[in-house]
């Protein structure tokens, strides 16, 4: 019976982490005009390699610059912790990894449903190696006879205990690793892309400060609604999924070649509409730029905006 409800436990946390939408974003946004190197560079569009400040309320008081980028598949400006993956083609929130095994994104609302996939296959693999080698133990010792006879007697148990053997280090391996990476309060993501920078300037800004909160945090936290109800009657305009734009043909200006505008005396920039035929980009404002020490090898020579560190 164990095994069992373990296995049932199993199969529908899979079902749910490879069906349930892992957290996407929707498309357009914030829609910018097509590209014309004759307009204010305002009008183009902003970076999209550049770290760009956002703040997080109008309020100057209450307000927090929170780092981001510009996705111009999507159209938006991605949230702290989102990624675009290549694979689905959207942009996911909080996004881990994208999972060959559920050909989907494992993200902000679906990773509780791939850990409990992980953690139950990991339990399935020690029940079945443990069971069998007991099975094997007690009728040698029943029986007076060397463990040579017993696998003789017993062959489909011992084939089950090889079977054990060779698939559990995988799922528990992946169990740890997971594990290790919620106590750090980081995704697998950000951890590998923390090896990009020298130790000093690895930084995890979403911990709480304990692993056990961590885990909390992660593990215990309501699930977000879907950002898109794909139940909703498609009406004319329906921007749910939009439109795949292709690639930039017209060349950038010289303000965004250089990876974004200038700032003045401090003061932000902010992307506010320009007037004329054409509608201009609305996006948030723009903060000045420092250097993050980069690696030796010359890995890692990413910039980020404002003396925040993502």
């Not at 307009?39 to 307000?63: E, F, H, N, R």
């Not at 991605?78 to 994208?98: F, G, I, K």
């Not at 505008?261 to 404002?285: I, N, R, Y």
Request: proline residues 8%; hydrophobic residues 35%; glycine residues 8%.
């Amino acid at each position: 019976m164990v095994f069992a409800y373990i296995l049932y436990i199993c199969i529908s946390s899979y079902a749910h982490a490879s069906l349930t939408d892992p957290g996407i974003l929707p498309r357009n946004l914030h829609p910018f005009p097509p590209t014309n190197p004759n307009d204010d560079p305002l009008a183009i569009g902003p970076p999209t390699t550049a770290w760009v400040m956002v703040a997080s309320a109008t309020s100057k008081d209450a307000a927090m610059e929170v780092p981001t980028k510009y996705c111009k598949s999507c159209n938006i400006w991605r949230p702290p912790r989102a990624h675009h993956c290549r694979v689905c083609d959207n942009c996911v929130e909080t996004q881990d990894h994208h999972c060959v095994w559920l050909n989907n994104c494992v993200g902000r609302r679906n990773y509780r449903y791939f850990f409990v996939f992980v953690a139950t296959g990991t339990l399935l693999g020690l029940f079945l190696f443990a069971a069998s080698l007991a099975h094997l133990l007690v009728w040698r010792s029943r029986e007076a006879q060397n463990l040579g006879a017993s696998i003789s007697q017993w062959r489909v148990p011992f084939a089950m205990l090889i079977y054990g053997i060779l698939v559990t280090p995988y799922p528990a391996s992946l169990l740890g690793y997971h594990l290790f990476l919620m106590a750090r309060g980081e995704t697998t993501r950000e951890y590998l892309n923390s090896h990009k920078f020298l130790k000093k300037d690895r930084h995890r800004p979403f911990t709480q400060g304990s692993w056990w909160k961590n885990w909390a945090t992660v593990l215990l936290r309501p699930r977000p609604p879907t950002y898109l109800r794909f139940s909703k009657k498609y009406e004319e305009g329906d921007q749910r999924f939009g439109e795949r734009r292709g690639r930039r043909t017209a060349p950038l200006t010289k303000e965004m070649q250089g990876g974004g505008l200038g700032v003045d005396a401090g003061k932000a920039v902010e992307m506010q509409s320009v007037g004329g035929k054409t509608p201009a980009f609305q996006g948030p404002a723009m903060r000045g730029t420092i250097n993050r020490t980069p690696r030796s090898d010359g890995v890692g020579d990413a910039q980020i905006l404002g003396g925040v560190r993502p």
